[in-house]
């Protein structure tokens, strides 16, 4: 059996991947419940910011946490006009074809990283990745707290937006009921490009908090995304509470399983997770619709 | 099906198997190889994606699991090719019920259904890839024996028009779907499950048939790709390429019908070569034009390149002024 320190300590560090976790399954989960459409293209989407975040660091040795300054407002362009240019247009109003317009865009953004960096895997050349924390008997990596504390700091705003100011207001009518906001002067087409502009901004926080610990290589993104499907999935589709409670668990759930059937195998315990919800509750934890 | 149904297919399968007799070169005849088995995985995407309208975003856990137990049944168990090759087909059927049943009985649909098959190839492919049985991360090398009985040929030749006689079986296939009571509750299930069954279609026996005959006919695909290539690991046999590949063949074509695979794949493939030739050999610049041809198809042209020509066809009949 594993000493408790390991166990205290695999769940720890399972609750501080799980918060990073919870905030890029945030950005999906807006856009499901606004849009109701399923974004493949977001785990691509974290790619390039993760590449916005290394190039930031690599060309200008911008610090990841002052280049958010930076990339997030970039990051939500990017969403915006992808959504308002691209994805609405071209999609015609079916879901299914929502579907294959973000698969093919996850394709043609994942390629043109391979293309242009190759498949070479690169890190953040700092030693701010080795930096501890003693918490009595406990080693903490502090990228990871800080990670920790950002995505539940930037939970909570985007909570706040949603609930108190009119863009929240917005979106949430248009969430609502589509047709009704239009009706009340709610220009849904840039409510929609808005949403996933949010999406995209979770995106660009959580890759300029992963960087300090993690790398990146054009496939980066894949890794997370069936991740973040399974917390949103699990936490209910369209549930911002859902989506950080259900990152959380993944969180710790996948730090349980690396450590009890290794690195390779401990993937599967989140996929069974993600066929089993599916299969038995499709409406999560916390959804109401399905 | 009358002899009209038939001609435009032994039309096009006369024109593909005399295309090898004519002199081309060895990375040519591979090239229309890896195509035709393209073609065949989208054909079989294409019954339950085109003409049933469940989108999967899993195909390679058929394709994979035809090509590994063809692949395993030789080496491990000793068993003639043909037999392994038959016995991968069924298998990945079973696959498939095994897949449909958990998924339609729980209702999943549209994107759920979507997620749901992806995350059981990648199930699979962790699987496989830690797996003895399967050579895990090593792969499996299926031992060079050329003959009748090993189904490997000294000719590529040969193999393509193995290939080749594969893809004229499922077009068959596909062909009695666009005519068969089968297709048409199919069909019916796809434009409103609902109304379907308020009709009497017993909508989850026919979901259940069409994913079976779905991936029976992709893991054909892989089972025949293991035996061309000799080579087989969990990146290959469950990797998303194959379930991107299989699903961009029918969309580029024309999906929902019986030709679109074939002739997506063919666009497809060529137009990959095509661009890898002028970028000199930068990774991803091929898949980068599939992804922009799939947006693109489905932005201008939903029906893809056979609707094109049919929609032009429609618009010169609406052209005939209506007294003359």
Not at chain 1, 123 to 148: H, M, W, Y
Not at chain 1, 198 to 213: D, F, Q, R, S
Not at chain 2, 96 to 115: K, N
Request: glycine share 14%; aromatic share 10%; hydrophobic share 55%.
């Amino acid at each position: 059996m594993y000493a408790p320190q390991i166990l205290i300590e695999a769940a720890l560090n399972g609750l501080m991947t799980g918060a990073v976790y919870a905030l890029i399954a945030l950005g999906l989960t807006l856009v499901y419940g606004v849009l109701h459409i399923i974004n493949f293209a977001h785990g691509a989407l974290l790619t390039v910011a993760m590449f916005a975040v290394w190039g930031a660091f690599a060309l200008f040795h911008l610090d990841p946490y002052w280049a958010m300054l930076g990339i997030v407002p970039l990051m939500f362009g990017l969403g915006y006009g992808l959504q308002r240019f691209v994805i609405g247009p071209a999609s015609h109003g079916s879901d299914n074809n929502v579907l294959l317009v973000t698969l093919g865009l996850s394709i043609v953004l994942e390629n043109a990283l391979l293309a242009l960096f190759r498949s070479d895997t690169r890190a953040l050349d700092s030693d701010a990745a080795l930096q501890v924390v003693e918490l009595g008997p406990l080693l903490l990596s502090t990228p990871r707290l800080i990670g920790f504390a950002a995505s539940l700091a930037v939970t909570g705003l985007l909570w706040l937006v949603l609930n108190r100011t009119d863009t929240g207001r917005a979106i949430r009518a248009v969430a609502r009921e589509k047709l009704g906001a239009r009706l009340v002067g709610i220009e849904v087409d840039h409510v929609y490009a808005v949403t996933f502009g949010l999406g995209c901004a979770c995106l660009a926080v959580a890759a300029c908090l992963l960087m300090p610990t993690y790398y990146v290589n054009p496939r980066s993104g894949a890794a997370f995304v069936l991740v973040a499907f399974t917390i949103v999935v699990l936490g209910g589709m369209g549930s911002i509470a859902g989506a950080l409670v259900g990152g959380l668990i993944i969180g710790v759930v996948e730090s349980f399983s690396g450590l009890l059937l290794g690195d390779s195998l401990g993937q599967i315990g989140i996929f069974l997770i993600f066929i089993l919800v599916l299969l038995v509750r499709p409406t999560g934890l916390f959804g109401a619709r399905a | 099906m009358s002899a009209r149904d038939l001609l435009p297919l032994i039309l096009a399968l006369a024109v593909l198997a005399a295309l090898p007799f004519l002199g081309l070169s060895g990375s040519v005849l591979n090239f229309l190889v890896t195509t035709l088995i393209i073609a065949l995985a989208g054909v079989g995407w294409n019954v339950l994606g085109g003409f049933g309208g469940q989108y999967s975003f899993g195909h390679a856990a058929f394709f994979g699991t035809g090509a590994y137990a063809t692949a395993i049944l030789q080496m491990k168990l000793g068993w003639n090719a043909w037999g392994a090759l038959g016995a991968g087909i069924g298998i990945g059927a079973l696959a498939g019920l095994a897949i449909g049943y958990l998924s339609f009985r729980a209702g999943l649909r549209g994107s759920y259904f979507a997620l749901v098959t992806l995350a059981f190839a990648e199930v699979f492919r962790i699987l496989a890839n830690s797996a003895d049985f399967t050579g895990g991360a090593a792969g499996l090398l299926l031992p060079l024996r050329p003959g009748l009985a090993t189904l490997q040929f000294a000719d590529r030749r040969a193999f393509y028009l193995l290939v080749l006689a594969f893809v004229g079986v499922a077009l068959l296939a596909s062909r009695w779907l666009e005519r068969s009571r089968f297709g048409a509750h199919l069909i019916a299930v796809r434009e409103n499950e609902e109304a379907a069954r308020a009709l009497g279609v017993d909508a989850l026996s026919v979901k259940l048939r069409a994913i079976a005959l779905s991936a029976a006919i992709t893991a054909a695909a892989g089972g025949l790709y293991v035996q061309y290539f000799l080579y087989l690991d969990a990146g290959v046999a469950y990797g998303t390429w194959i379930s991107v590949e299989a699903l961009l063949a029918p969309i580029v074509g024309g999906i929902g019908t019986a030709f679109g695979p074939l002739v997506g794949a063919l666009a497809l493939q060529g137009l990959g070569e095509v661009t890898k030739h002028l970028a000199g050999g930068v990774p991803g610049v091929d898949l980068v034009v599939f992804g922009a041809c799939l947006i693109a198809v489905i932005a201008f042209a939903p029906q893809g390149l056979l609707g094109l020509r049919r929609r032009r066809k429609a618009r010169a009949e609406r052209a005939v002024p209506v007294g003359a």
